[in-house]
């Protein structure tokens, strides 16, 4: 993340997941898995040609009669004295340069990886000596999650996974996962956040934020108990560690992202939870069943 907030990617890339756990809940925070990162859509949009007014090449559109700017005359021979515009206000691409089009303007969605594997390359190793080998990484443009519509109901080929093998200083192999999304709207917009580091000050980058997270966290926990019959162990500790979080509410739109059926405690007591927890997956399932009425309770005047 450090290499993406001094990019020309920094007001692109959005950070979700345990990542920007600790910025929430501090050391509360689980060891994060992997790297989980969405790519906003580009703001640029091109000019479109059936229709451009009032972004046009010249003044010979605006003087004519309105519906000539959009298709509905042809053009004419003016006289000097009516080079005027009729007080229409065109605005015209600055000398030498011309307006884009929706041609010119294509989203790199089939290369969206891409600059991850540049920015690493350029710097293949951290600040405490892990050494990334990008010759070895594997790219997965066909991956997706287990469930289509998890984070979105538009999901078809817009996400990417890489794998990149690194090693210690003490020669002890591993690997890193980055998952990409770059197809989905995001329910909330994305909030500045300043995120922990190991050994540096905070660093500060766009991430999804903690109502969003844990609307998130409570939609995968019900999914996969429904599909699967049983949920992550991680992503019940996570979601409790932010439905515990002072003053966090849920609006409308992100309870019904997040429990489109209430949940009652007896439910919840009933789930199967895959996976490790201090203390068993009992305590951390009576929590949540505590946590949940205040997160749609109105806010106290």
Do not use: C
């Amino acid at each position: 993340m450090t290499l993406i907030a001094g990019s020309e990617w920094a007001e692109t890339v959005v950070l979700r997941g345990s990542m920007a756990m600790p910025a929430w809940v501090g050391d509360a925070a689980r060891p994060p898995g992997d790297l989980d990162l969405i790519l906003l859509p580009s703001p640029i949009v091109g000019v479109d040609t059936r229709e451009p007014w009032p972004f046009v090449p010249h003044l010979g559109p605006s003087q004519h009669w309105p519906e000539a700017v959009h298709g509905g005359a042809r053009n004419e021979i003016w006289t000097f004295e009516e080079f005027e515009t009729g007080g229409l206000r065109p605005v015209l691409p600055p000398e030498g340069l011309h307006w884009m089009t929706s041609l010119d303007v294509s989203e790199p969605f089939d290369f969206a990886h891409q600059f991850l594997i540049d920015l690493l390359t350029g710097h293949p190793r951290t600040p405490d000596g892990v050494l990334l080998d990008l010759d070895a990484a594997t790219e997965n443009l066909s991956w997706d999650y287990s469930e289509p519509d998890e984070y979105t109901t538009t999901s078809e080929n817009g996400r990417a996974r890489l794998r990149i093998p690194w090693t210690t200083p003490a020669g002890l192999p591993g690997h890193m996962q980055i998952d990409l999304s770059y197809d989905e709207p995001l329910p909330t917009p994305p909030v500045l956040t300043a995120v922990p580091r190991v050994a540096a000050p905070p660093i500060a980058v766009l991430t999804a934020g903690r109502e969003l997270s844990l609307a998130w966290k409570l939609h995968w926990l019900a999914a996969d108990q429904q599909s699967e019959g049983r949920s992550a162990a991680k992503d019940l500790y996570d979601a409790v560690l932010l439905a515990e979080l002072p003053q966090i509410r849920l609006r409308p739109r992100l309870q019904r992202l997040a429990l489109p059926q209430p949940l009652s405690p007896t439910a919840l007591a009933g789930w199967t939870i895959d996976g490790p927890l201090p203390g068993g997956p009992a305590p951390w399932l009576t929590r949540l069943a505590t946590a949940l009425p205040h997160l749609t309770a109105a806010p106290a005047p």
